[in-house]
Structures are given as C-alpha cells and as structure tokens.
C-alpha cells in the first residue's frame, strides 16, 4: 500500500483556531512524539495528556481510546500533507512523488511514526481505517499526475491512475519495512522510472468490457 505519502506537514505545526483547536494540537503533537519514541503498544492517554501539558480529563472524554487518538493523527496529517507536484511530465511528476516518500521515510520522526501507525493498523480497526483513509487520500492527490499525463498521450487512455502512484511508493514501503536497509534518492528514482515505463507500456489500463458474440 502506499502513496506518495508526501512529508506531511510535522503534526503539531501552527493553525489559526480556538482553544479546542489549540488543544487537538498539542494533544496530536504528543501522540505522535510519543509513537515515534516508544511505538503504538505503549501509547498511553495519560502519558500524552502530560506530554500535552493538558487535562487527562479532556484527553479521555475527547479521544478515549489509543486508536481513536492515532486515527485522528492520521486525519490530521493527511489534512496537512503537500499537494502534487505538477512539472507537466509524468515521469519527473512521479519522480517528485517518489522523492517525497523517501524524504519522509528517511527522516529520523517520521520513519519512526508511519512504522508504530502501520503498526498499529495490524492490531487496530479504528487505526487500520484511519491509515486506509490517508493512503486514499494521498493516492487520489497523486493520481491527477496520471491523468494529466493520459491527457497529454503520455500513458494509454483508461491508465488506472490509482496503480500507477501505488506502484511508486509500495518498493519504498517493503525497504522500509522489510529489508532495514537506508532508503536514498536513487531508489526513489528507480522506484519512478519502473511505474512510468510500466504504465506507459499499458500495464495499468483497465480492461475493456466485452461481451460474446
């Protein structure tokens, strides 16, 4: 599974709001220090409420549940990641979009944070669907790269755009979680060149209906 997950803006970062607002921040900036330092198995309300600097009250009575908590991280960050790139290329777009997931799964916060949200998505409905949601997201953002480019005849019409852009990011994803080994630019490029050159040979199209004679 995967996407472009852009480098989501870090979060916690600053948005206008009242004092609810103010508390979902601190209280999300918490959360995902504490999963990115101890993992979703030890994400605990309380913990967060003092990390937050916050009423365990307000922490209980808002989210209630690790999982809520995490799932309305994940809203939140797919709420404040980049829009696409646009370089009027499918190839250099994909590229762009490959960059940015290494960008985000080499960064010493977030590569521990998607590793404890992807975590606790295995153990987790309401986290499972809240990651689900990001990725559609994120994906549906990306996938104007794809159709622009069947647009402009780069791809074959009917070109799946939601393939292509999973295609980019589901190598980056099993180096991250399988083989521990540093992510760097280069795969991110490889990663670009592989889904382009495919979805321009029409590995993605989407097949014709027929029907017998």
Known sequence: MSTE???PTAPGARRPGGRTARVREA?????????????FEALDLAEVARRAQVGKTTVYRRWGSPGAL??????DMADQSLPRTDT????????ANARLVVKTLTDPRQSRLFKALIAAS???DQAAQALH?????????WAGCVRDAASRGEVPAGTDPHAVIAAVSAPLYYALLNSGRPLTDADA???AHAATTAAQAGVWGRPETTTDA
Do not use: K
Not at 133 to 138: C, K
């Open 27 to 39: 209280v999300l900036q918490a959360a995902g220090d504490a999963l990115a330092d101890e993992g």
């Open 133 to 141: 949601h990001f990725y559609d997201v994120r994906i549906e953002e």
């Open 70 to 75: 995490a799932a309305d991280l994940l809203a």
């Open 5 to 7: 997950p852009d480098t």
């Open 122 to 124: 295995l153990c987790n």
């Open 189 to 191: 490029d490889r990663a």
């Open 88 to 95: 009027g290329a499918l190839r250099s777009d994909l590229r």
